[in-house]
């Protein structure tokens, strides 16, 4: 490590996330993939010294949940209710092949990274594609092949099975993450979330599914199965640690305590469950479930859902439906969406000694945004969160690094030929959406 090259990023506005939640004009020390050193001013010279009074400086955002594979199919199922857009839906997953599924999670991890984006949960199948997608453009995957009945599936093979096989083959895999991501209630029976978490458990990777989405979701169980799916799933022995759960926007106090006592960490997708009209405002009980004592981290869903994966757009709306829907101003303030996006999210995919946060020890995932941009336009260390949260719009991102390795650069992807991709990406699209 002390071997590697060292690069040195000095005067810019640091928004560190540290437990203190420094703002400060200061200095960054990067060396081996990692940050060294962070201070107001560091003395050492670095091999590379970059001069950085125009940016600001912050840890980059981690998207808890997404199809990323289906930033390919924007505008392909809006204004639908939520049957009828998993009708859709499954209907061109029957058709998808690992090459539109890896054009489509491209395309994603391109919008992304140039959002400020360096991490992603994902639940899909075909999860190879994705990898390599991740590969190429350098973004951090922590990808879930996702399981369900194999009676009703649309993958070739058993699920289950599948999930095992992606796992093997990129545990340890630099910046890849695999995992296990079940469904849900209404797609896996006892017996496929408890051989599901068995195999999370012998691997040592995380478990990620949805939860509690739709008014109709906790209606069908309960009629079904007798118990509300938290309620069901801790009767299962399931509910636990290591577990990312999507939405939960039909909680009860109950279920909220029951969450949070399991540390099972909840993914808020505000922009997903309002336009899907998931009931309830499409408003997750944030926070109920942070008083309580659970992880709340955020997630974009799916661009068939969202049509964006921009995680400042979701912070902007986090605060401002939260504020709406309690009647309360001082409702999620900015730090604490900051926190979500970030800290919060590291702590929900188990990674908090390392990610979210620019410290001595963290990873180099940070993201240089230009203080000249009319959307940060005047910004200081006083109101640098609050234009984060409520101002900057994507185009603000000017260089992204993950794992000190730059793969934005002055609003460019570094890794891929964007020029040539576009075309093969748009041929990919009208082809997975022809009638034929």
């Keep these: 490590m ?3 090259p060292s690069t040195a990023l000095r005067g810019a506005l640091i928004v560190t996330q540290d437990d203190s939640r420094r703002v400060y004009r200061g200095d960054l020390l990067l060396r081996g993939g990692k940050i060294e050193e962070v201070a107001p001013a560091i003395k050492a010279r670095a091999d590379t010294e970059i001069d950085a009074h125009r940016f600001l400086i912050a840890p980059g955002f981690l998207n808890t949940h997404t199809h990323i594979a289906n ?12 049957p009828k857009f998993l009708e859709k839906m499954f209907a061109v997953d029957a058709k998808r ?6 054009a489509g999670a491209l395309l994603g991890a391109a919008e992304m990274l140039l959002g400020g984006t360096t991490g992603f949960l994902d639940m899909y199948y075909g999860e190879d594609a994705v990898a390599r997608a991740c590969e190429r453009t350098g973004i951090r995957g922590f990808l879930g092949w996702t399981v369900l009945d194999p009676e009703i599936t649309t993958q070739k093979g058993i699920p289950l099975d599948n999930a095992a096989g992606f796992i093997r083959r990129w545990k340890g895999q630099g910046r ?3 995992l296990v991501a079940l469904q849900g209630v209404y797609a896996c029976k006892d017996e496929t979330w408890l051989k599901g978490k068995e195999l999370a458990e012998k691997e040592k990777v995380l478990l990620h599914y949805h939860l509690s989405e739709t008014r109709g979701e906790v209606q069908d169980n309960e009629k079904k199965r007798g118990k ?4 069901w799933l801790d009767s299962l022995g399931f509910l636990g640690r290591h577990q990312v759960a999507a939405h939960g926007v039909w909680l009860t106090n109950r279920e909220i305590e029951l969450l949070s006592r399991k540390s099972v960490a909840v993914a808020h997708c505000p922009s997903s469950n309002m336009k899907l009209a998931s009931g309830g405002g499409g408003i997750c009980p944030v926070t ?10 955020l997630g974009t869903d799916s661009s068939t859902s969202n049509n964006g994966l921009s995680m400042l757009r979701e912070m902007h709306l986090t605060a401002l439906v939260h504020k709406q829907q309690r009647h309360d101003p001082e409702s999620l303030p900015a730090p604490v969406v900051l926190d979500m996006a970030t800290r919060d999210a590291a702590r929900a995919l188990g990674r908090e000694r390392d990610l979210g946060v620019l410290a001595p020890g963290f990873q180099a995932d940070l993201v240089l945004y230009d203080l000249s941009h009319p959307s940060l336009l005047p910004t200081r260390a006083d109101n640098a969160v609050s234009n984060l949260v409520y101002s900057a ?13 730059k793969v934005v650069e002055s609003r460019r992807l570094l890794k891929v030929d964007w020029a040539k991709e576009a075309p093969e990406i748009e041929r990919a699209a009208l082809h997975l959406l022809s009638e034929r």
């Design 176 to 178: 890849i993450s695999p």
């Design 97 to 102: 092949t690992e090459v539109d599924i890896e």
């Design 71 to 82: 930033a390919l199919l924007k505008g392909a199922a809006d204004d639908r209710d939520f």
């Design 393 to 405: 719009q994507d185009d603000a991102v000017h260089t992204v690094l993950v794992q000190g390795e």
């Design 228 to 231: 509300r799916p938290p309620e």
């Design 2 to 4: 002390t071997d590697a």
């Design 288 to 297: 109920e479930l942070r008083e309580s004592g659970a992880t709340v981290s």
